[in-house]
């Protein structure tokens, strides 16, 4: 990533203050991509994966309200809400059609973006992630330690649990993992993190699925400890345009071994294929 051009500012949407970052691209005709974080991450997280993406591609991150540098929201708030506010900063940006990607949690707020937006979604990236409440759930000691977001807080601890809860190449970089987290300009606040749990409680895309007529592309480990793999499966049963690309790493390897799944990001992006 070309850190000399990545510009950060807040847009003030729908009663929220949204820190965003926009890495301009080098082309023209590129469709923006939008980048979904998972929980409890401020857009930091993703370096290594904006890293890794072309460089003609307009890169667009944002904290959710309460993490990162987005204050906290007043109130909970769904998907649907979520996906709303977004809609709004990316119009504050001077943004029409763009390409959304979700990771984990964020594939959630992906999913429900698509739905509200037909026309200024074009193509749809869901990484390690699923159809919310209703889903195979993955191991329930795995999921324990995601009750807190003390990961992103102390790296001693992130470290120790990397690879048992991330699984794939966090399996091998616990110290990697720990230090990325740290990059993050601070971990948000304990109600923003209350407030994704909420979301995601009460939320599931299933009956949403094949209302996303959108290109899609489901990306997923088959060492995921958090998101099991047959999830993928089920979407890619029930979404009308949808590919499956499985890999041998865990829940957050687009980030941890972003120089192989990146290119495969690009590759389906750029593929001009057929609208639906």
């Not at 023209?28 to 993406?53: F, H, K, M, W």
């Not at 499966?233 to 071994?257: A, E, F, K, W």
């Amino acid at each position: 990533m070309n850190a000399a051009i990545e510009a950060e500012r807040f847009v003030a949407a729908a009663g929220q203050r949204i820190r965003v970052s926009i890495r301009p691209g080098s082309g023209t005709r590129r469709v923006p991509l939008v980048l979904c974080n998972g929980i409890g991450a401020s857009y930091e997280v993703l370096d290594p994966l904006v890293a890794q993406l072309d460089p003609e591609i307009t890169v667009i991150r944002f904290d959710v309200p309460g993490t990162g540098g987005s204050p906290a929201s007043v109130a909970p708030y769904g998907f649907a809400y979520l996906a709303w506010v977004l809609g709004r900063v990316l119009t504050k940006l001077d943004l029409g059609v763009v390409d959304v990607l979700g990771l984990s949690w964020g594939g959630a707020l992906a999913q429900q973006f698509a739905v509200q937006n037909p026309r200024r979604c074009r193509r749809l990236v869901l990484a390690a992630t699923g159809t919310g409440a209703v889903m195979v759930p993955g191991n329930p000691r795995v999921l324990a330690k995601m009750l807190t977001p003390r990961r992103f807080r102390d790296p001693a601890y992130a470290a120790s649990i990397a690879g048992e809860l991330y699984g794939g190449t966090a399996r091998r970089q616990g110290d990697d993992v720990a230090g990325l987290f740290l990059q993050q300009l601070h971990a948000g606040s304990k109600i923003g993190y209350f407030h994704q749990l909420l979301a995601g409680a009460v939320w599931t895309s299933l009956p949403l699925l094949p209302a996303i007529r959108q290109q899609t592309l489901l990306v997923a480990g088959t060492d995921d400890p958090i998101v099991p793999v047959v999830n993928a499966r089920i979407m890619n049963q029930l979404l009308p345009h949808s590919t499956v690309h499985l890999h041998s790493g865990g829940h957050i390897d687009l980030v941890t071994n972003a120089t192989e799944l990146a290119p495969v990001i690009t590759t389906f992006l750029h593929d001009p294929g057929v609208s639906p």
